[in-house]
């Protein structure tokens, strides 16, 4: 089986920064694309960015220019790098990542468990 641990939310003031991880374990798999979404109470889970196997990224414009997204493929991880922080940021953010099983060559969507980001001062 595959599962993503994510690591790295929690309580920051407006203006300040975090970094989330998410890091793929298992056996018998292929991570493609990797992303990270978030949720707000009462909302739909809306996709931040993703990233290419190869690294290639997008944003949404809600983030852009203060969203860093990242992957270490030796260590099937992926990082989300939040600054400047917005009361609006305050989410429960999401790791997914696009999983082959190499040996039957299924591909199957993974989810972490979310972790809480609060942007309060």
């Known amino acids: 089986q595959v599962q993503l641990v994510e690591s790295g939310g929690g309580l920051v003031q407006p203006g300040g920064s975090l970094r989330l991880s998410c890091a793929a374990s298992g056996r018998d798999f292929s991570i493609y694309a990797m992303g990270w979404y978030r949720q707000a109470p009462g909302k739909q889970r809306e996709l931040v960015a993703p990233i290419t196997r190869g690294g290639s990224t997008n944003y949404a414009d809600s983030v852009k220019g203060r969203f860093t997204i990242s992957r270490d493929n030796a260590k099937n991880t992926v990082y989300l790098q939040m600054n400047s922080l917005k009361p609006e940021d305050t989410a429960v953010y999401y790791c997914?990542?696009?999983?082959?099983?190499?040996?039957?060559?299924?591909?199957?969507?993974?989810w972490g468990q979310g972790t809480q980001v609060t942007v309060s001062s």
């Open positions: 997914n990542a696009d999983v082959m099983v190499v040996s039957t060559a299924r591909r199957f969507r993974y």
